[in-house]
């Protein structure tokens, strides 16, 4: 069962404007969400994380909301620039153990 | 500080023949797991490590798969005998046991193609 989804296969935006990258979750166990980003021929890095007591965490030009009730993420990367290309997973952990499920990926193209 | 280091990089093999993977965690990083990602999805879990015991390995497929941690530290995932299905990229990541909400580190992975 997937249980991190996310629905956009692709997204591309020119270089300045905003990304917004969505993610949507069923387990209503899992406590902590998390970003990753990933390049070719490279293991995936981590980029940004949300505790579920909290609805909106900020790290320089990305910021990670969590809408709970919605069981939705989403990823904003203000302002958007080409090196920001890469696939971006969606991941989640379940507070019951320290495993983390992962959302199949979203390719982000920034444009010059 | 060393990340995590996986080896080979890419193996080719024929199907029904047997293949290992070998990760070097981060030194002190007391997890350790070992994930599938085929084309076009995510990572998917295999085992996860606490020191040398294997705390979850509910999606290895255990008539083929086994894995190791010999003394907590290196890791082997071995396939055997490997399927067309098998092909995709195995990595291995280390977190500090109760910090994975920090983000695990994965290493660069080891791309199978089973032909």
């Known amino acids: 069962d997937q249980q991190v989804k996310q629905n956009s296969p692709s997204l591309s935006v020119q270089e300045g404007r905003i990304s917004i990258l969505n993610c949507d979750y069923t387990n209503s166990m899992f406590d902590y969400f998390l970003w990753y980003k990933k390049y070719p021929a490279e293991g995936p890095t981590f980029l940004i994380s949300?505790?579920?007591?909290?609805d909106k965490n900020e790290d320089g030009r990305f910021t990670v909301f969590l809408n709970k009730s919605a069981k939705h993420l989403s990823l904003h990367i203000v302002p958007s620039q080409p090196g920001d290309s890469a696939v971006y997973f969606c991941?989640?952990?379940?507070?019951?153990?320290?495993?983390?499920?992962f959302g199949a990926g979203t390719r982000l193209t920034v444009k010059p | 500080e060393a990340g995590v280091v996986q080896s080979p990089r890419y193996k080719i093999i024929e199907k029904k023949q047997p293949v290992a993977f070998w990760c070097n965690p981060i030194s002190g990083h007391n997890t350790l797991y070992w994930y599938r990602q085929n084309l076009g999805q995510g990572p998917e879990l295999l085992i996860r490590y606490e020191n040398e015991e294997a705390v979850d390995d509910s999606q290895l497929p255990k008539d083929r798969f086994s894995a190791e941690r010999l003394k907590g530290v290196d890791s082997t995932l071995k396939i055997q005998p490997a399927e067309l299905g098998d092909s995709a990229v195995y990595l291995c990541?280390?977190?500090?046991?109760?910090?994975?909400?920090?983000?695990?580190?994965f290493g660069s992975g080891t791309r199978l193609t089973v032909v």
């Open positions: 991941a989640a952990r379940e507070f019951t153990n320290n495993d983390m499920r």
């Open positions: 990541a280390s977190s500090m046991t109760g910090l994975a909400n920090y983000g695990y580190t």
């Open positions: 949300i505790s579920s007591i909290k």
